[in-house]
Every structure is written in structure tokens, then in C-alpha cells.
């Protein structure tokens, strides 16, 4: 039966002789990287930040409850007390939904900063990969081309 040729050697030998840089793609790794930390950094700054936000809000809510709270002479000033709290919860809403539409803003602002300059970033690794394939394929079809005039010529002379 016949042994199916082990093309293993001519590989290897192949792949030895093609100069490949991976400087290129050490810099695409590089770029996603430090983007990857740029967000992670917005995130959780952006998740800092509405902490900070929630808790503020809370802590005023409890205050006003303790207001609330508060024993009143009058029935018709429990009516009142509620109705002062009803209202002061509506304001601190809108002030603390404020808040959290500017961190989404910022969030937001920061973000298409962070991708536009990440797009020009892979646009100049793509640019470096494609110049250093093409100077290597240069390469290996001088080492082609002087190896066939080489053989060539052994078998001419």
C-alpha cells in the first residue's frame, strides 16, 4: 500500500524561510487593550458616579421621611406633611434624573471620543500589517526568483 507522502519537513522549512513581523500585530493588541481599559474606565467611573447619585437621593428621601414621620397636632397636618413630601420627592426626582441623564452624557460623549479614536488606531495597524505583507511577500519572491536562477544556471553550466 502507499505511504502518504509527510509534507511536515517542507512546511516547516517554507514557513522558516518567510520573514514574518508580528510587530503589527503586537500593536493591534495593544491598541484593543488600552481601549478595552478606556471603557472599563468610563464604565465604572459612570457607575461611580450614579452611586453617588442613588445614595445622595436616598439620603434625602430618609430625611424627609423623618419629617414625615413627626407626630402633628392637627389631622388636617398629616395631609399637609404628606403633600410637602409628595412634593419634595417630585423635585428631588427631576433634580436626581438630571444627574443621571448628565452622567449618561458624559458616558456617551466619552465613549464615541474613545471609538472614533480607536477607529483611526486600527485603521493605522491595518495600514502597518498590509505594508509589512506586502514588503515580506516582496521579500520571499526575490528569494524565489534567485533560487530558480540559481538552480537554473547550476543546470545550465
Known amino acids: 500500500m502507499a505511504k502518504a507522502p509527510d509534507f511536515t519537513k517542507g512546511f516547516q522549512d517554507m514557513m522558516q524561510n518567510l520573514p514574518m513581523d508580528t510587530s503589527s500585530l503586537t500593536e493591534a493588541f495593544k491598541s484593543q487593550s488600552q481601549l478595552g481599559e478606556r471603557m472599563s474606565r468610563v464604565a465604572l467611573h459612570a457607575a461611580e458616579r450614579s452611586t453617588e447619585v442613588s445614595a445622595a437621593w436616598a439620603k434625602d428621601t430618609i430625611a424627609r421621611m423623618a419629617e414625615l414621620a413627626t407626630s402633628k397636632e392637627q389631622p388636617a397636618d398629616y395631609a399637609k406633611a404628606m403633600s410637602d413630601f409628595a412634593s419634595a420627592a417630585a423635585e428631588l426626582a427631576a433634580e436626581h434624573m438630571s444627574a443621571y441623564a ?47 536562477s540559481n538552480l537554473t544556471n547550476k543546470t545550465q553550466g
Open 102 to 148: 448628565e452622567i449618561a452624557k458624559k458616558v456617551q460623549m466619552e465613549t464615541v471620543d474613545l471609538l472614533m479614536n480607536a477607529g483611526k488606531d486600527v485603521q493605522g495597524d491595518m495600514q502597518r500589517m498590509a505594508e509589512n505583507a506586502s514588503a515580506n511577500v516582496q521579500k520571499a519572491t526575490r528569494q524565489v526568483q534567485d533560487a530558480a
